[in-house]
């Protein structure tokens, strides 16, 4: 589980993130939705230990992990699927695999990532610049599982992906939750994909959280509305 106390991130002097507190149980899967420029990357980039806190803490399982490095914090249990997914375009789907499995000691891609994630299996020998960009944003997420995370950091992950593949990501999200005890938490603008993986959608504007709802609690069109302002 993830707790997160009275966050602030700065871009030098600008405080972009402004004291926000929040926790994600185990076996939750949370989605902080707010429209271009709300703070959802610089969050999760605080999260990850890519930006520096400001102030407050973050805690992984009651581990403070505020003053880690990032690759500290991925022993500690948190793993980031990046915005634009990041894959090594020149490494081959499994060494792109592999790039995660230095933090869980793993020898050999688990088959339980490959039965998740069947394209990869057949593509295991092609680069990953070669591969759909959706079919990319799998590899991203199979390279994090790989750590073995307590929670999964997820930023955008239906951007520039086409309608039908969206659909496949939203089935993978909901099988690691059944198959992991994990927490996982997706940034996002589309709220069908949310409404499909979320236990709990929270809204950010201009770095607050101003709206929350169980995802059987919420009102679609007071979100859509916050997502189009
Ligand atoms: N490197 C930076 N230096 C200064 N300000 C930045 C930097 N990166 C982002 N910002 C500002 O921080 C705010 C939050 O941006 P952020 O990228 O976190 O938003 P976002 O919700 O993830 O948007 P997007 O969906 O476009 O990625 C914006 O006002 C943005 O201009």
Excluded: W
């Excluded at 589980?1 to 972009?16: D, H, R, T």
């Excluded at 995370?149 to 990501?169: N, W």
Aim: charged letters at 25%; proline letters at 4%.
């Amino acid at each position: 589980m993830l707790n997160v106390s009275n966050l602030k991130v700065c871009y030098g002097q600008s405080e972009v993130i402004h004291g926000l507190d929040f926790t994600v149980p185990k076996n939750e899967t949370l989605a902080i939705m707010g429209r271009n420029g709300m703070g959802k990357t610089t969050l999760f980039k605080s999260l990850i230990g890519i930006l520096p806190t400001s102030e407050g803490s973050i805690s992984i399982d009651g581990v403070d992990v505020t003053q880690k490095e990032s690759f500290q914090r991925v022993e500690s249990g948190i793993a980031y699927v990046p915005q634009g997914r990041m894959i090594f375009p020149s490494l081959t789907v499994q060494e792109n695999i592999e790039t995660g499995m230095e933090v869980s000691k793993l020898k050999k891609i688990p088959d339980d990532i490959y039965a998740l994630f069947p394209v990869l299996a057949e593509m295991r020998k092609r680069k990953g610049g070669n591969l759909s960009g959706g079919q990319q944003q799998q590899l991203a997420i199979a390279r994090a599982l790989v750590t073995n995370p307590k929670v999964l950091l997820l930023d955008e992950p239906t951007e520039g992906i086409q309608p039908s593949i969206i659909k496949d990501i939203a089935n993978v999200l909901n099988e690691i939750k059944k198959l992991r005890d994990i927490t996982i938490i997706v940034s996002e603008q589309v709220l069908s994909f949310t409404m499909t993986v979320a236990d709990r959608i929270i809204v950010i504007d201009k770095g607050n959280f101003i709206h929350e709802n169980l995802r059987e609690e919420v009102d679609t069109d007071k979100i859509k509305a916050y997502l189009s302002v």
